[in-house]
């Protein structure tokens, strides 16, 4: 048996019982939380009868370790429950909800390596210029701005001041034509406008489009996930720009670097060839754990744009209790993280051959 095959089976052993460990403390705490989904559901006008048999099926009747023992069989089964919510497989509702969170986190993710690997390269090349600082004062901009506070901030901007602009501009002081008051320079809530109907097959509206051949409404999903992806990679953009740039300006001044400048390498071909790819080095090791750190994170943006993804529905089942759900979100979160750090330590090992994953922990021993 490989190395690698040996580290990603034994990281596969270890996050097994670590798994469960998240989800048993998740459970215990949620249990312990004042409160249960059917207090929130029961009307005055409901008889004893429907709140014992509403009760019954909540299976809000049992102890908690009875609870706990149903939904751990259920899980190893591969069940997910009922949402108290909606009255449907867990599973299911996680499956329709899934495509639209993974197409906003990957949108993000993209968005965030195009342009923070240039902008931390130029930052490096053009270190404590004008330029760099110009970068650096962004980078720390976004880092500090949250993310709800930013997704305001732009709605306010594309869905009222710019509109307005624009209706002061061409219909009250030029008469050119006629903007209405329902316009918008971008979309602000929804995967798509309602004109539209797509036409499910893999659940990620920009494929979907594409395989109708409706380039309209194509563009219309890819207006409406400009903010939405703005607003989520914003911060890891910021943070991957500042990670970029430590690291070739660590590299471009170590012995090889002078070395290869000393043969007369150009110095294009020093920067891109040699000092990129080792300075890449440390982006790696952050660049699995963005991937959940997206996809937590957009919890808050889902909410905001109105996103029909996980985050929201996490978000309704929170204020719902409704613990089938948030008790799979958890598990999920975790499962996601542990994938992310093992992937992050595999591509350590492609980037860097000095590394193997069969040395140590993660290939860093």
């Not at 449907?88 to 342009?115: C, D, I, K």
Request: aromatic share 12%; hydrophobic share 50%; glycine share 10%.
């Amino acid at each position: 048996m490989g190395g690698r095959t040996a580290f990603v089976l034994r990281r596969i052993c270890i996050a097994i019982p670590l798994i469960w460990l998240i989800a048993t403390v998740a459970f215990v705490i949620i249990q312990l939380a004042p409160g249960d989904p059917t207090t929130m559901m029961i009307s005055p006008d409901m008889t004893k009868e429907q709140v014992e048999r509403m009760m019954r099926e909540a299976e809000m009747q049992e102890d908690v370790w009875t609870r706990y023992k149903n939904w751990l069989s259920d899980l190893t089964r591969g069940s997910w429950g009922t949402s108290f919510m909606t009255k449907r497989p867990v599973f299911q509702e996680f499956a329709e909800r899934w495509p639209a969170s993974m197409e906003l986190a990957l949108g993000s993710f993209l968005f965030t390596l195009v342009l923070a690997i240039p902008a931390g390269l130029i930052g490096a090349a053009k270190q404590y210029t004008p330029t760099d600082n110009i970068i650096t004062f962004a980078a720390f901009f976004g880092i500090s701005m949250p993310n709800f506070w930013l997704a305001l901030l732009l709605i306010m901007l594309f869905a009222f001041h710019l509109p307005n602009l624009l209706h002061f501009i061409f219909d009250q002081t030029l008469g050119w034509f006629s903007i209405p008051e329902s316009f918008t320079v971008l979309p602000i809530a929804g995967r798509i406008g309602l004109e539209y109907t797509v036409v499910r097959r893999t659940g990620f509206y920009l494929i979907d489009t594409l395989l109708m051949r409706d380039f309209r409404a194509f563009g219309s999903a890819l207006a409406h996930l400009i903010l939405p992806v703005f607003v989520s990679g914003t911060a890891g953009m910021a943070g991957l720009t500042r990670y970029v740039r430590g690291g070739i300006l660590e590299n471009m001044n170590a012995e090889y670097v002078r070395t290869a400048r000393a043969a007369g390498v150009p110095e294009r071909t020093v920067l891109y060839k040699y000092v990129f790819r080792n300075g890449l080095i440390p982006l790696v090791t952050i660049l699995g754990p963005s991937i959940t750190i997206l996809i937590s994170g957009s919890v808050i943006v889902e909410t905001i744009f109105a996103w029909p993804g996980l985050g929201r529905f996490f978000t309704d089942a929170t204020f719902s209790r409704d613990y089938p759900v948030i008790m799979m979100s958890l598990v999920m979160g975790t499962t996601l993280s542990i994938v992310g750090n093992l992937i992050a330590d595999l591509l350590y090992g492609v980037v860097d051959p000095r590394v193997s994953v069969g040395k140590g922990y993660g290939g860093r021993g």
